[in-house]
């Protein structure tokens, strides 16, 4: 795998070498569209980097371009793809597999040594709380519509959301987001506001959300709860 790195890396360097020959300016159609097609496909082949060829690549793309001989008859190539297709299937599924045992354990792991700290509460579900401000107004039920500013962080304080990034609070019913929360808004007044620290099966659990939630992943939310609708 790192000899084939190189190999892109090396590639690379030639087609930017050649960019920079040509001024590194795309100015007629053809050269745009061109740009673009090669930026797309690069994107879709991006993951697959460590596993390809990228000589045998491009004059695969070449060959088919120019209709020259090819290496492989069109059944051969269906097939090889078909193998591909599964080879990179069952490492997907072994990494992502491996993540969700990392994201456990050191969930686990910082829930533990969380637990110990002052001012945190752990309920019987396993989630945790920190009080940073108890606020002075109603507490609402699962029935409730509430509007919140909020922020979402990973343990290695990687930001997934923010409300307070995007500038204005949300409003949602307490039993339409993950359990955790829902548990925690209930425990709240207006005006109050709270450190979460949310275990994985009170949160997206295996599943995971979007492309920075990953499996099994605990979760911190700062929760600033404004009003009850």
Same mark, same amino acid.
């Given at each position: 795998? &790192?000899?084939?790195?190189?190999?892109?890396?090396?590639? %690379?360097?030639?087609?930017? +070498?050649?960019?920079?020959?040509?001024? /590194?300016?795309?100015?007629?159609?053809?050269?745009?569209?061109?740009?673009?097609? /090669?930026?797309?496909?690069?994107?879709?082949?991006?993951?697959?980097?460590?596993?390809?060829?990228?000589?045998?690549?491009?004059? /695969?793309?070449?060959?088919?371009?120019?209709?020259?001989?090819?290496?492989?008859?069109?059944?051969?190539?269906?097939?090889?793809?078909?193998?591909?297709?599964? #080879?990179?299937?069952?490492?997907?599924?072994?990494?992502?597999?491996?993540?969700?045992?990392?994201?456990?354990?050191?969930?686990?792991?910082?829930?533990?040594?969380?637990?110990?700290?002052?001012?945190?509460?752990?309920?019987?579900?396993?989630?945790?709380?920190?009080?940073?401000?108890?606020?002075?107004?109603?507490?609402?039920?699962? &029935?409730?519509?509430?509007?919140?500013? =909020?922020?979402?962080? #990973?343990?290695?304080?990687?930001?997934?959301?923010?409300? =307070?990034?995007?500038?204005?609070?949300?409003?949602?019913?307490?039993?339409?987001?993950?359990?955790?929360?829902?548990?925690? %808004?209930? %425990?709240?007044?207006?005006?109050?506001?709270?450190?979460?620290?949310?275990?994985?099966?009170? +949160? =997206?659990?295996?599943?995971?959300?979007?492309?920075?939630?990953?499996?099994?992943?605990? #979760?911190?939310?700062?929760?600033?709860? #404004?009003?009850?609708?």
């Amino acid at each position: 795998m &790192t000899g084939q790195r190189a190999l892109v890396g090396l590639m %690379l360097s030639v087609l930017a +070498a050649a960019s920079c020959a040509r001024g /590194g300016k795309l100015t007629s159609t053809t050269e745009k569209a061109s740009y673009a097609i /090669g930026l797309d496909v690069g994107a879709s082949l991006q993951r697959f980097q460590d596993e390809l060829d990228l000589p045998l690549l491009i004059q /695969g793309l070449t060959d088919q371009l120019n209709d020259r001989e090819k290496l492989l008859t069109p059944e051969e190539a269906n097939a090889v793809l078909q193998e591909f297709a599964t #080879l990179m299937q069952q490492q997907s599924i072994e990494e992502r597999d491996g993540l969700m045992e990392k994201n456990m354990v050191e969930g686990q792991a910082f829930l533990a040594e969380n637990s110990t700290k002052s001012g945190v509460v752990t309920t019987e579900s396993g989630l945790q709380y920190l009080m940073l401000t108890e606020g002075d107004g109603a507490t609402p039920v699962a &029935t409730d519509q509430v509007t919140v500013h =909020y922020r979402g962080t #990973l343990l290695d304080d990687t930001v997934f959301d923010s409300s =307070y990034d995007r500038g204005e609070p949300v409003t949602f019913p307490v039993n339409g987001v993950i359990p955790g929360w829902t548990e925690a %808004l209930q %425990l709240m007044k207006v005006g109050g506001k709270y450190r979460l620290f949310i275990p994985a099966d009170l +949160a =997206y659990g295996e599943q995971g959300a979007g492309a920075d939630i990953g499996p099994n992943a605990t #979760l911190i939310f700062e929760v600033e709860l #404004l009003a009850i609708q």
